[in-house]
């Protein structure tokens, strides 16, 4: 079982900027995928943003422009770098991998809080 750990969340006012981390407990580069998910309260958790092994990414339009997500194999980690924050990025984040098995795994969350 992999183990993610996620970190950067906080509170941030609109228009501005946070950058989120997911270390794994494991190395990378061998996951099919990795991605950030996000669920606010009273919502459904939807996909913000993936990136495949190749390198390929994919985002939700309601972020695409202002999110970018990355990862760095050398750290085992994922990120995603969020800019012009609004308040509706308000939500609890999510990291999930996807395993060779097909096997997914996820991180435990982490809030991001956009408010004046």
């Known amino acids: 079982q992999v183990q993610l750990v996620e970190s950067g969340g906080g509170l941030v006012q609109p228009g501005g900027s946070l950058r989120l981390s997911c270390a794994a407990s494991t190395i990378i580069f061998k996951f099919l995928a990795m991605g950030w998910y996000r669920q606010a309260p009273g919502k459904q958790r939807e996909l913000v943003a993936d990136?495949?092994?190749?390198?390929?990414?994919n985002y939700a339009d309601s972020v695409k422009g202002r999110f970018t997500i990355s990862r760095d194999n050398a750290k085992n980690t994922l990120y995603l770098q969020m800019n012009k924050m609004k308040p509706e990025d308000t939500a609890v984040y999510y990291c999930?991998?996807?395993?060779?098995?097909?096997?997914?795994?996820w991180g435990q969350g982490t809030q991001v809080t956009v408010s004046s």
């Open positions: 999930k991998v996807i395993g060779v098995n097909g096997m997914s795994s």
């Open positions: 990136i495949t092994s190749a390198g390929s990414t």
